[in-house]
C-alpha cells in the first residue's frame, strides 16, 4: 500500500514538474528527439551494413579445382579432407563430365568442341564448390584445402572480398562509435536541463531532507521525469523511422545503387527499431536525471 | 534517562576553522534546553551537528539510541523521523498552504491520507493555526508562519525539537507567541526541545536550562540559567 502511495506521488510530481517547467522540458526534449533521430539513422544504417554483409557472405564461395590426373580415390580423399575442416559449412561436388554437360549445354559452341574430349584428354577439373562457415577465416581456409595433395588451384575472389569484409567492418565499428558517442553527449545535456529544474526545486528538497524523506523517495519523481521526457523525445525519431524507412526503401525498391545491396525489409525492421529508440530515449532520460539529483542528495 | 548524549565531540571545518572542542553533553527526555552564545560560539554547529547536517571530527554523538556520528548518508532519514527542526527562516513552500505545509512532512515518509489529515489539524491545532489552514505564508503574519513551521516540525510526533534561533526574525512579542507554543509542547508533549538563541529576555523569562558556550567550548551549564554576561 506504502509503496504504491509514494509511487503515485512521484508519478504525480514528475508530469507536475515536467508541465511547471515547461521550457526547460521542452529543451530536454528537443535534445533527445535530435540524438535520438541521428541514433535511429545509425541503427538503421548499421543493420543494412550487417545484413547485406551477411546476404554477401552467403554466396561467397571457394571452387576447388583437382589435379588434371586425379583418380576417383584422390576424389574421395579430398572430399574427406574439406569434410573434416571445421570451417566447411556445405560442399558440392562435381566430376570432370558433370562439368563439361553444364558447359555443353550452356553454349554450342562449347558444345562442340569439348565433345571431342574425353577421360584424361580432357582439359576440364574435378571441382568442389565450398561454403565456409566464418567469413573471415575464407582465406585460412582456402590455404588449408589448397594444401591438400592434388588440389591444383584454389578460387574464391581473394583481393576483392578481403577488401570488402574489412570495409564494412569498419563502416559497423564506426557507427557504433558514433551511436555511442551522441547517447553520452545527451546524457550530459539532459543532466543539465534536469539540474536547472532541480535547482529551482532545490529549497523543496532541502524540506524533504530535513522532515526525513528518504534519498529514494526524493529521487523517484525526478527519475520519472526523466523517463517522461525520453518517452516524449522518442515519438518525432519513431514517426521519422516508421515513416521515413518505409518511404526510403520503396523509393529505391529494395535495393541500394545496384542488386548487390539488398535493403532490409520495413516489417517487421522498423518497430524493432522503434522499440530501441524508445528504450534508448527512456534510458537516457533515466540517467541523465539520476546524475543531476546525485548532487542534491549529500549532506 | 538520557535523550542525547555527547561525548569528547570536537567539529573542525575543512577551511581548518574548529567550531567546537571537546564537548561533553548528556541531555534527559523531555527537558527543555537553551544553547546561547554569541555568534561563533558554535551553537548552531551543535544545532546541525545533532540532525546530522555537520558530522563531527571527533567524539561519539547518540540521539535517541542512533549514533550519529556513524550514521551514513543514505540513513539520515531515520534520525530525521525522530526529530523535527525549526529555522530562523521558517522554510515554508510558498506555492503550499498551510496545511499542505505541515501535511507534506508526512507525505514524503508515506503516511496515508486519513492519519496524515488527523495529524495535521491536530498539531495545527496546538500551535493555534486550525483558522488559517487554507491560508498561503505569504497571508501570515512571521509569528504564525513559525508557528507553521513548528507544525511541521511535530506532525510526526518526534522525540526532539530543535530550533536554531526560531525568535530571530521575530519582534519581542511574536517571539513570546512562539515561546508559548514551544513551552505548551515540551509540557503536553513531552517533547524535548534544544532551543538555540542569543534572545536574553526570552531567556531569562522562561528559566529553563542553560548551556553557554563560548568559541566552541562549554562555560557553563546551569538549570533555571539566564543569560549571563560571560557568555557574550
Known sequence: MKVIRMLGRSIRDAFKSAIRNFSLSLASISCITITLIIVAIAIIASLNVQNFTKEIEKDLTIVVFLENDSTSEDVARVRKEINDNKNVDTYTFQSKEEVKQKMQQESDVFNTVLDGWEGKDSPLKDTFQVKVKNVKQIAKTAKQIKNIEKVAVVRYGEGMVDKMISAFSSVEKGTYIVVIALIVVTVFLIINTIKLTISARRREIGIMRLVGASNFTIKTPFIIEGMILGVFGSIIPIVFTTYGYTAFYNHYHGHLFSELIKLIEPEPFIYNTSIAVLIIGIIVGMVGSAGAVRKYLKI | ?232
Open chain 2, 1 to 232: 534517562m538520557d535523550l542525547i548524549n555527547l561525548k569528547n565531540v570536537e567539529k573542525k571545518y575543512k577551511n581548518g576553522v574548529t567550531a567546537i572542542y571537546d564537548l561533553n553533553i548528556s541531555l534527559k527526555k523531555g527537558s527543555f534546553t537553551f544553547v546561547i552564545g554569541g555568534s561563533g560560539s558554535g551553537k548552531s554547529t551543535l544545532i546541525k551537528m545533532l540532525y546530522r547536517e555537520e558530522k563531527p571530527t571527533k567524539g561519539q554523538i547518540i540521539v535517541g539510541g542512533l549514533n550519529v556520528a556513524k550514521l551514513r548518508n543514505k540513513k539520515v532519514y531515520k534520525l530525521r523521523r525522530k526529530l523535527g527542526i525549526v529555522f530562523q527562516d521558517y522554510r515554508l513552500l510558498p506555492k503550499l498552504t498551510v496545511y499542505e505545509n505541515v501535511a507534506f512532512a508526512m507525505e514524503v515518509i508515506g503516511a496515508d491520507k486519513d492519519t496524515t489529515r488527523q495529524k495535521v489539524l491536530k498539531a495545527l491545532e496546538e500551535v493555534g493555526l486550525k483558522n488559517k489552514v487554507h491560508n498561503y505564508p505569504d497571508q501570515l503574519s512571521g509569528g504564525e508562519q513559525q508557528r507553521v513551521a513548528i507544525a511541521r516540525a511535530i506532525v510526526n510526533d518526534p522525540k526532539l525539537l530543535l530550533c536554531d534561533e526560531p525568535t530571530g526574525n521575530l519582534d519581542p512579542d511574536m517571539s513570546m507567541e512562539v515561546m508559548k507554543v514551544l513551552e505548551d509542547i515540551n509540557k503536553a508533549r513531552g517533547t524535548t526541545i534544544i532551543m538555540a538563541t542569543h534572545d536574553k529576555d526570552i531567556v531569562n523569562k522562561m528559566k529553563k536550562q542553560v548551556l553557554s558556550l563560548k568559541e566552541g567550548r562549554l562555560v557553563n551549564f546551569s538549570k533555571k540559567g539566564t543569560y549571563r554576561n560571560e557568555s557574550n
